[in-house]
């Protein structure tokens, strides 16, 4: 199955990997069934696809100035996400997005009323232990929210990623009554 043509998209990388473009994402006839656990989809949500950061220590940050950073940075803003309104979720999938999306809200909240629950204690008793556990859960809790949140995401439910450049979609390891059925469906 290496470097299979389906439907004008190629599979390859991990031999079930499903590589296809975003022009063919918007096309696609989609399965009814999960891409993660391959269970009937109970419900359809909004696949919003966007390009990840690039890591610190990718070259083409270090190799490029602050006002070419700039520049991508701003295009990455102003092109919106590659979407589809209605990508399959079992109730497993959306139990999990669900979790994630209410712990990180959940968090959100708990880390502003932390951070002011320590400056409180701090001024009325002074600087103690307890104020400065309390300043680092509530600082805490912001990355936390934001893996969370991020986590929550549909293309992070079902494990699909954009290419840098906007123009490939990789949904990974899909289960295997998805892939069949994508298969059937797209071939
Ligand atoms: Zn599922």
Redesign the pocket.
Known sequence: MFMKKVGGSVVNAAEHDISLSSGELASAVLPDV??????AATSRQELALTVRKRMPDDPMILNTNVVGMAARAREQLVQGAVKREDWP?????ASTRNTNMLLAKTLGVAGPVLLVVAVVLAIASGPGALAGVLFALGLLCFPAALVLGLNSRVAA?SRITLSQDRTQVVIHEP?QAFEQQWRARNA
């Open positions: 999960c891409v993660r656990h391959g269970i979720l079992c109730p497993r999938c439910v289960s």
